[in-house]
């Protein structure tokens, strides 16, 4: 059984962000590995992200950003349950990740649900077409262009994009581990893109 110190506690919470008592329960569980402890607490900030997932959040912040030059700028509205938490640091860098992430990428809705059909439709003809004029077989078309419209969502969803500044998780993701940071529910309730000329 290793000895969990003070030091590898800290290292642990300064890699998560998670607070001291879960950190060394973690360590303890994973005989002090790094590496799985790190993997205890993203699974736990998962489910306990989703249990607040109900809960309802009615305060926050609307953050701005202005990039260089004042050609283009971004509002976008980011609650949590509690005026506490809407103060933060963990909160307003989120929001503002957010709100520089939405400069970078331009999406078209927070989530799937709020894409137009019209859109979504447009795009599977369009596939649909592309498959058969490649001399694909008819009965993976369909499959095709699903495929492709699951890779359209996760360009035009600012849920589903890869986070600019870590492309290996998705905003999604870096929503949930705010989530387990704060300890309360936060939802991106909806952004405003400015860019001069358009």
Do not use: W
Not at 25 to 51: F, H, N, P
Not at 76 to 88: A, I, K, R
């Amino acid at each position: 059984m290793a000895t969990i110190t003070a030091a590898m506690v800290k290292e642990l919470r300064e890699k998560t962000g998670v607070g001291m008592m879960d950190c060394k329960k973690a360590l303890t569980e994973t005989d002090g590995d790094m590496e799985k402890a790190i993997e205890v607490l993203r699974k736990s900030g998962v489910a306990k992200a989703e249990k607040r997932a109900h809960r309802e959040a009615k305060e926050g912040v609307v953050e701005a950003y202005i990039h260089p030059g004042s050609k283009l700028g971004v509002l976008v509205e980011v609650n949590c349950e509690t005026d506490f938490v809407s103060n933060t640091d963990d909160f307003k860098d989120f929001a503002r990740n957010v709100a520089m992430h939405v400069a970078a990428t331009n999406p078209l809705a927070v989530k799937r649900e709020e894409v137009d059909q019209n859109i979504i439709d447009k795009e599977i003809q369009i596939y649909t077409e592309q498959a058969k004029q490649q001399g694909k077989p008819d009965h993976i078309i369909e499959k095709i262009a699903q495929g492709r419209v699951e890779k359209y969502y996760s360009e035009i969803v600012l849920m589903e994009q890869p986070y600019v500044k870590d492309p290996d998780k998705t905003i999604k993701d870096l929503l949930t581990e705010t989530i387990a940071k704060v300890g309360e529910n936060i939802t991106i309730k909806r952004f405003a893109r400015f860019r001069i000329g358009e």
